[in-house]
Structures are given as structure tokens and as C-alpha cells.
């Protein structure tokens, strides 16, 4: 909800955003884990906090 809050305006917009970006990371978190033998859930956990470090400093960097 943080990620996508950056982005959306409206409730609807929000949770359409997040819905996208949350099966996005799923899906890549436990691609990543199978191919790394790590545990699914905390591959999930560390790629949503690169998501989100990336995108907190996106909008700094934009921002000026």
C-alpha cells in the first residue's frame, strides 16, 4: 500500500497499483527464491524493500 500510495490518487487507482505491484514481486520473489534456494516469503520480503527504497528515492531524485 505504501509503494502504490506514491503513485495513485484516488482509493480505486491505490488499489489497482498495489494489486499489480504486489503480484509482481510474489511472482519474482519466488521465482528468485527457487533459483537461489533461499526461503520464498523473506525473497519477497527483501524485493518489495528494494521496490520501495527505489521508489522513496525516485521521487526524491524527481523532486529535486
Known sequence: ALISSQFGKSFNSVLIIGSIISLF????????????????????VVIYSIILIGVMGGKKVIKG
Do not use: Y
Not at 511472482?27 to 533459483?35: E, F, N, P, R
Open 25 to 44: 514481486t510474489i511472482v519474482i520473489g519466488i521465482v528468485s527464491a527457487h533459483l537461489l534456494g533461499t526461503p520464498a516469503g523473506s525473497t519477497i
